[in-house]
């Protein structure tokens, strides 16, 4: 079945850098989109950032433009969210998404990992 | 602030029908497919809708979307106990170039 497991979070100190994996497994991951979403507890959810199947595009939200980075490794069947100059308003639970069917930047996200905190603190 | 507007809170008893509305502009709803989540306390959201009206084979049909306009709604019908939830809609947006959620509506189901 499809899964995906993110991994790497943890406390940072603000103005630190942090990378966030999410390993795939059960479907071709070169064939789909992957989305970041992150959630501050107890709030709404937010999201991150988009990349298409090959990695050749990518969006952002305005929030994380030039701080994060989002990259992925066919060969690893992996998806990474590189953090820099990280805030106390990045902590959250980040979430990775495969997106469903057709249109690789949709918000058709399914399925969500379990989640990854985050907290910058110092 | 939430670009799609959604009520904080809904509720209902069991057997009733609720609806949860999602209201956005014509750069989001208004041309764009609108996905709806499902997210039980302490767990990852789960797709509840999508495409405005499609459902994944594993959601029950008492679970249903609309949409007209630029605003969209979800209707649960029979309610239930495990529908207690917090529920959000999301929609492509094209001023933004990115994707954008309501701020989430929690379901009691008294």
């Known amino acids: 079945q499809v899964q995906l497991v993110e991994s790497g979070g943890g406390m940072v100190q603000p103005g630190r850098s942090l990378r966030l994996s999410c390993a795939a497994s059960?479907?071709?991951?070169?064939?789909?989109?992957m989305h970041w979403v992150r959630q501050v507890p107890g709030k709404g959810l937010e999201w991150v950032a988009v990349?298409?199947?090959?990695?050749?595009?990518?969006y952002y939200a305005d929030s994380v433009k030039g701080r994060f980075t989002i990259s992925r490794d066919s060969s690893k069947n992996t998806l990474y969210l590189q953090m820099s100059s990280l805030r106390g308003e990045d902590t959250a639970v980040y979430f990775c998404a495969k997106t469903g069917g057709t249109g690789w930047y949709l918000p058709w996200f399914d399925p969500w990992g379990q989640g990854t905190l985050v907290t910058v603190s110092s | 602030q939430s670009v799609l507007t959604q009520p904080p809170s809904a509720s209902g008893t069991p057997g009733q029908r609720v609806t949860i509305s999602c209201s956005g502009s014509?750069?989001?709803?208004?041309?764009?497919?609108v996905y709806w989540y499902q997210q039980l306390p302490g767990t990852a959201p789960k797709l509840l809708i999508y495409?405005?009206?499609q459902r994944p084979s594993e959601v029950p049909d008492r679970f249903s979307g609309s949409k007209s306009g630029t605003s969209a709604s979800l209707a649960i019908s029979g309610l239930r106990s495990e529908d207690e939830a917090d529920y959000y809609c999301a929609a492509w947006d094209d001023s933004l170039s990115g994707v954008v959620f309501g701020g989430g509506t929690k379901l009691t189901v008294l």
């Open positions: 059960g479907f071709t991951f070169s064939s789909y989109g």
């Open positions: 495409r405005n009206n």
């Open positions: 990349i298409s199947n090959d990695g050749s595009y990518k």
């Open positions: 014509s750069s989001n709803i208004g041309t764009n497919y």
